[in-house]
């Protein structure tokens, strides 16, 4: 387990439910990526990510897809690509990450409480 952190320091930490709009193998990342879409609804827009999925997903796997990102992190250079949010997941016993998503249906850009 990491440090404790404050109810405030949680708070700062934006992550929104979004549905994958478009998906792309990103060969020249380092590891193996998927370029992604994400559609966060009309008050953040679409945004893009880079995600090491790779291993567990296809592009077509995703698309249509809700996933969870943190929407408020500065956008970051991954290679020739600004990945603006960052998709959230956890790593099974392989190091594979597998995408959190909600498990019934929010509207685009609903908050993680």
């Known amino acids: 387990m990491t440090a404790q952190i404050s109810f405030d320091d949680f708070l700062k930490v934006d992550i929104r439910a979004g549905t994958v709009t478009r998906a792309e193998a990103f060969p020249e990342a380092r590891k193996?990526?998927?370029?992604?879409?994400?559609d966060f609804g009309p008050e953040i827009g679409i945004k893009k990510s880079s995600a090491q999925i790779a291993a567990l997903y296809t592009p077509e796997d995703l698309v249509g897809r809700m996933v969870m990102a943190?929407?408020?992190f500065p956008p970051r250079q991954i290679g020739p690509f600004m990945s603006e949010v960052l998709?959230?997941?956890?790593?099974?016993?392989?190091?594979q990450i597998t995408l959190m998503a909600p498990?019934?249906?929010?509207?685009?850009?609903?908050r993680l409480h």
Not at 103 to 110: K, Q, R, S
């Open 32 to 38: 193996p990526a998927i370029k992604l879409w994400i």
């Open 70 to 72: 943190v929407v408020n």
């Open 87 to 95: 998709v959230v997941g956890a790593s099974d016993k392989q190091g």
């Open 103 to 110: 498990d019934h249906d929010v509207p685009p850009g609903a």
